[in-house]
Structure formats: structure tokens, C-alpha cells
């Protein structure tokens, strides 16, 4: 059984950053596509970032280009999203997730695995 396991969330003013973690389980967390959603309260779960199985190619929704970083670390099997210049508007329950294939995608409907979510407020 797969299962994922954020940290890092928590409360900071507009302007910080904070670096989130997702710990997977299994040993072949290599092979997979991993991403980051999240969710605000009464919005729909929104794609933030993707990243293939090797790191090799990364996407970002536009509203965090620029800002947020996603990456991975396979020895660890952990995948990372640091996230700078942060608004009041990034606030919401942060979610990582696992394909069962080694590519990104942006909807969610194409992730198996879930985390439990981890909760990122903005303050202004």
C-alpha cells in the first residue's frame, strides 16, 4: 500500500516562504510522476506543480510560476515544494500526489495516491 505523508504547512505573512515535504512509501517511487494540488475552502481542488519520475521536466499552474519550485529526491523518496512570495491567496489545504505512470499531469482525476493534506495560510 502506497501512502504519502505531507509536512511543512503552517502560518506565515504575505511575502515568506515555506518548504513543503511529501514522504512516499514503497520502493518504486522512482518510476512515478508526482504533483502538488491544492484546495481552498468551498473551491475546487486546483493543479500548483508536476514533476516527471527523474526530475526531468517540471510544470507549474501560472499562478505560482515563478514563485513555487517543485523537486524530488529519489534516494529519499520524498518530493519537495518551496514556495516563495507567498499571497494570501495561495492559502489552502496543500496535497501531494502519485500517477501510476512516469509522466505529469495537471488533473487530478489522473493521480492514484493521496496524501492527507497539509494546511498553508497566508496572512496579509
Known amino acids: 500500500q502506497v501512502q504519502l505523508v505531507e509536512s511543512g504547512g503552517g502560518s506565515v505573512q504575505a511575502g515568506g516562504s515555506l518548504r513543503l515535504s511529501c514522504a512516499a512509501s514503497g520502493r518504486t517511487f522512482s518510476l512515478y510522476g508526482m504533483g502538488w494540488f491544492r484546495q481552498a475552502p468551498g473551491k475546487e481542488r486546483e493543479f500548483v506543480a508536476g514533476i516527471t519520475w527523474n526530475g526531468g521536466s517540471t510544470r507549474y499552474a501560472d499562478s505560482v510560476k515563478g514563485r513555487f519550485t517543485i523537486s524530488r529526491d529519489n534516494a529519499k523518496n520524498t518530493v519537495y515544494l518551496q514556495m516563495n512570495s507567498l499571497r494570501p491567496e495561495d492559502t489552502a489545504v496543500y496535497y501531494c500526489?502519485?500517477?501510476?505512470?512516469?509522466?505529469?499531469?495537471?488533473?487530478?482525476?489522473?493521480?492514484?495516491?493521496w496524501g492527507q493534506g497539509t494546511q498553508v495560510t497566508v496572512s496579509s
Open positions: 500526489a502519485r500517477r501510476l505512470v512516469s509522466s505529469i499531469s495537471t488533473r487530478f482525476q489522473e493521480y492514484e495516491y
